[in-house]
């Protein structure tokens, strides 16, 4: 069922859009009715409609602002702009800011029902793509082909993200539908012959990842795992044991400097990559191979020994530890710190200050 959000200051004309949309029942569902531009820019980011029909005057926040905040959220959102005879100027605007499509008022069954089966026919193509380049993304990791896998995951990650309308929640939901697909077919095809994956421990991990970069990061380390066993069969390809260790020092040695003196920013795992010259699932597997541990834990266990010298040698609020280190949210901190050390940052100032 696709949703529909009705944007109108005109009760009576939401009433008669719903009679006419009553056609497409087994198709669109209603999920909300807003009477101006705020309202509707509110509701689409709760609701996350598929597809908006707006009229373009309203007091307030006008169709125009608001549809082109919305776009900007999300720019395969459809949105059906309603519009009188002489509104010309507006809907030459409307269109040049990504508006799907117009109909004049007053509103025909007809044309109303033939703008929405257009947007119907293009949301169905743009699910059957994603669909596709999952699929795909499979076979990808079936047939060992790492690089492919990887630019396939980051599309369908930015698919997910568009489609997401920024709402983590939906976001994650999408995300862990994938994973559970990509582990699968990783033990399907003995991928992996250790037990080197435990899904609880997986999902119970990406509910607890706060915002869409990290749960990106996380699937994408997933993704490295699944491939690493192919790494020492690759690196003995190409250099001597002696060579190799060399090798990989100086591929991390620049993205442990950075981590060093810029540990107060968020990290990102491709950010680093950039930084060492290689790709991002190539850098991720020599990084938990030298380091014993992935990127994401190296960087919070990093940032966590930065946090204790402040608690014990200084008098520094936590709250301003927390900022310091790039947390700007105190409980987010106190929550990364007590998985680590198995203490609040209060009882271990208490303890060593």
Known sequence: MYKILLVDDESLEREALKIMLEQFKDQVTIVGEAE?????????????P????????????????????????????????????????????????????????????????????VQIDSLKINKSKIKEKELLLMDKIISEEENEAETL??????????????????????????????????????????????????????????????????????????FDKTIEKEIKIEESDNKKLNHLNRVLEPALKYIEENYREEMFLEKMASISNVSPYYFSKLFKKEMGMNFTTYVTKYKVEKAKE???????????????????ECGYFTKIFKKVEGVTPTKYRNKNY
């Open 153 to 226: 995951l980051n599309s369908i990650i930015e698919s997910y993200v568009i489609s997401s309308n920024e709402n983590i929640d939906y976001f994650r939901e999408r995300i862990q539908l994938l994973l559970e697909r990509i582990i699968k077919v990783a033990l399907k095809f003995k991928l992996r012959q250790d037990k080197w994956i435990n899904e609880e421990e997986c999902f119970y991990k990406l509910k607890s990842l706060e915002n869409i970069e990290s749960i990106s990061t996380y699937i994408h380390e997933i993704l490295v795992l699944v």
């Open 50 to 117: 598929d597809i908006i029909f707006m009229d373009i005057k309203m007091p307030g926040i006008d169709g125009i602002k608001a549809s082109e905040i919305i776009k900007n959220r999300n720019e395969n959102k459809a949105i059906i702009v309603l519009t009188a005879y002489d509104d010309f100027d507006l809907i030459h605007k409307a269109l040049t800011l990504g508006v799907n499509d117009y109909i004049l008022k007053p509103v025909k069954a007809d044309n109303l029902l033939k703008a929405l089966s």
């Open 36 to 48: 101006n531009g705020r309202e509707a820019i509110e509701l689409d980011g709760k609701l996350d």
């Open 310 to 328: 402040m608690l014990k040698n200084t008098d520094i609020p936590i709250v301003n530890i927390a900022a310091e280190l790039g947390y700007y």
